[in-house]
């Protein structure tokens, strides 16, 4: 599978369609997600042009990797619902179909503000 360009959040990196946006630097872009499934649901992307975390994980530089963990943790902070400030999250990223992943660029979802409940429905 190749990358598609016109994938939703390829556009809303190169500012094509707004997010409201959390956080940006290097490495990544963080924004809420549209159809918020919990109190607080924002997405982690990489800027660079991955499509799930399997070919992040082959392909990204060892900067890229680093930035997007440390990303979130920035974000997480920055809601002030990670483990120090506040009271946790859940962060997740689907994988191709099986994962249910809709998205073709790679993203974390980060669920909090309230009890995420079961892991796996
Ligand atoms: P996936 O199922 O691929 O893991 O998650 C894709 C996520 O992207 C979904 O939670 C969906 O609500 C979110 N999403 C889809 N389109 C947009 C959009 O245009 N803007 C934002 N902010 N989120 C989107």
Do not use: W
């Not at 959390?22 to 809420?32: A, G, T």
Request: proline fraction near 3%; charged fraction near 25%; glycine fraction near 10%.
């Amino acid at each position: 599978m190749t990358y598609d360009d016109q994938n939703i959040f390829a556009k809303i990196l190169r500012g094509e369609i707004p997010c409201k946006k959390i956080y940006e630097d290097k490495y990544i872009l963080s924004f809420y997600d549209i159809n918020p499934q919990k109190k607080v649901h924002a997405l982690v992307i990489p800027k660079g042009r991955y499509i799930d975390l399997d070919d992040f994980s082959v392909n990204a530089s060892s900067d890229e990797i680093v930035g997007l963990l440390k990303g979130i943790n920035l974000v997480a902070k920055k809601l002030k619902i990670s483990a120090g400030i506040g009271k946790g999250y859940r962060t997740l990223a689907n994988i191709s179909e099986h994962g249910g992943q809709e998205v073709p660029h790679l993203h974390f979802h980060i669920f909090g503000g309230e009890i995420v409940g079961k892991m796996v429905e």
